[in-house]
């Protein structure tokens, strides 16, 4: 006979406790750098944890905050990506319908 319940391996505590915190992960900061686009702004910094190296990408719009992690092993591909971008970009006329 096939159930659903199953226990829930992952948490001793009740549907209705809150989450617990995250344990703090010992983060070493490599080397951060700020640019300002428009409206926008970026903030690069590259770190270190005891699971390797990563580059975090924050996007801060009036207050907003969204953040993406690129694993180091990735960045020379995430490189390569982003100047074809650049460069098709630069390549390609603007579209008379977009713009301002």
């Known amino acids: 006979m096939m159930t659903n319940n ?5 948490s001793t505590r009740g549907s209705d406790a809150p989450p617990l ?10 080397l951060t750098d700020k ?3 428009e409206r926008k702004t970026f903030v690069f910094t590259l770190k270190e944890n005891p699971r390797g ?3 975090r990408i924050t996007e ?5 905050r969204d953040t993406i992690i690129i694993p180091a092993p ?6 390569r990506v982003l ?5 098709t970009s630069q390549d390609t006329p603007l ?6």
């Not at 990735?74 to 490189?79: K, R, T, V």
């Not at 100047?83 to 460069?87: G, H, K, L, P, S």
């Not at 579209?95 to 301002?100: L, S, Y």
């Open 6 to 10: 199953h226990p829930a391996s992952y």
């Open 74 to 79: 990735g960045l020379e591909e995430f490189q």
């Open 35 to 37: 640019i300002q686009i």
């Open 60 to 64: 801060d719009v009036g207050g907003r």
């Open 83 to 87: 100047a074809d971008m650049v460069q």
């Open 21 to 30: 915190p995250k344990p703090p992960v010992n983060e070493e900061t490599l």
């Open 53 to 55: 190296r990563f580059l």
């Open 95 to 100: 579209n008379p319908d977009h713009q301002a």
